[in-house]
């Protein structure tokens, strides 16, 4: 998966709609750490239940422990690789809060927030709990 720095313009899908990036995760980069509140958490778990945006291939977490060991390749013509027993996801959450600012999420933040403490910016937990899922993005 690609970093992208939060709040900075969503570039992972070429022709997507204008969107600001959160939770684009990488373990050679810091992250924001904290309590995010239940009601987040949940509707997170909601909301990663119908990904938008699937891809072919999983992304599998590189923070679980897991993700240290060696993976098993299954392609090695596109690097493809399975980690059976870590967190994985294959597709994004797009958010659209009440002030019009559209997020877009991979749908592992739920787990980066869950399992790694990650704790996302206000606005976009604030989009979380009041925003609806962005029309049109499928």
């Known amino acids: 998966m690609t970093y992208i720095p939060d709040l900075a313009p969503y570039d992972y899908y070429p022709g997507a709609p204008d969107a600001i990036a959160v939770g684009w995760l990488d373990s050679s980069m810091p992250f ?15 909301l990663g239940a119908e990904p938008v945006r699937l891809m072919r291939g999983y992304h599998y977490c590189q923070f679980c422990p897991g993700a240290a060991e060696p993976p098993r390749v299954v392609r090695e013509d596109m ?15 797009w958010l659209t809060g009440v002030d ?3 997020f877009a999420a991979p749908v592992l933040i739920g787990h980066y927030v869950e399992d790694h403490r990650y704790l996302p910016p206000d606005g976009f937990i604030e989009a979380v709990r009041t925003g609806v899922p962005t029309p049109g993005v499928a």
Do not use: K, S
């Not at 924001?32 to 909601?46: K, M, S, Y």
């Not at 690097?79 to 959450?93: F, K, L, S, T, W």
């Open 32 to 46: 924001t750490e904290g309590a995010c509140p239940r009601d987040v958490r949940d509707r997170l778990a909601r």
């Open 79 to 93: 690097r493809g690789y399975e980690a059976p027993d870590v967190a994985r996801g294959n597709g994004e959450i």
């Open 100 to 102: 019009g600012t559209t």
